[in-house]
């Protein structure tokens, strides 16, 4: 099982999907993207969180992301429980994203999301389906975060928006965003920036709390005004 870190280049891979086979990296082109696993099809916590997905996927769209998920089942599997998925919110967006079908679980090995906790998470042949795991993929291909929920709870996919607006903010500009921050508050100038340099990157627009912890607007704001 491969340990995949922060900073890794995202093992890549060859494998059939609810849209056709792909090339992992070929699909990546030069996009952030997401990559979620589920534990199964047709079953309920996954069946929420797909159409929470199809639900915010332009959210995801307009900042530039790419979506796949995964499920330890079939292509054919795959298809059919879109259907339900898409009919869990009849007047919303339908799933327009690939899903992977990893039933052989090669995927899911690659990436260390194999179930080691819940013995009850396994197939009829006794093999280990996934848990909750995401996977934040820059444009160099580097993954930028690591999640892993187990199979009992649901993920919180606006706190994964919340990372890729903190992400991509901070990749643009030399900021790190606090707690609980949300797109639009206010950042922190990052600890690298001093001197000459942090009036020529935020003006007057600093309030030192400390030497180490200074504050300043969202820059996108100021780009936008």
């Known amino acids: 099982m491969v340990n995949v870190r922060l900073g890794d280049i995202a093992p890549n ?65 795959h298809q059919g429980w879109i259907k339900d998925i898409d009919a869990l919110s009849p007047n919303g967006p339908s799933v327009d994203f690939p899903i992977i079908a ?20 396994v197939d009829k042949k006794g093999i280990p389906f996934t848990v909750r795991t995401v996977f934040i993929i820059d444009p160099e291909k580097k993954v930028r975060l690591t999640l892993a929920y187990p199979a009992s ?25 606090p707690a609980n921050w949300k797109k639009g508050d206010d950042v922190i100038v990052h600890p690298s920036v001093q001197g000459e340099k942090v009036k020529e990157l935020f003006g007057d627009d600093v309030k030192t709390v400390y030497p ?9 704001k100021k780009q936008t005004a």
Request: charged share 25%; with cysteine.
């Open 13 to 77: 891979f060859q494998t059939d999907t609810s849209k056709g086979k792909i090339d992992f990296h070929e699909w990546l082109g030069g996009s952030w993207a997401i990559l979620f696993s589920h534990p199964d099809d047709y079953t309920p916590v996954c069946t929420t969180e797909l159409s929470a997905v199809a639900l915010s996927y332009a959210d995801f769209q307009s900042r530039g992301v790419k979506l796949i998920g995964l499920s330890a089942n079939n292509a054919d599997s």
């Open 153 to 177: 709870t649901g993920r919180n996919f606006p706190e994964i928006l919340r990372v890729i607006d903190s992400l991509q903010l901070g990749d643009k500009y030399k900021i790190t965003t």
């Open 102 to 121: 990893d039933e052989d679980r090669t995927v899911a090995e690659l990436y260390g999301m194999l179930d080691h906790l819940d013995a009850s998470n």
């Open 212 to 220: 180490y912890l200074r504050f300043t607007s969202d820059p996108s």
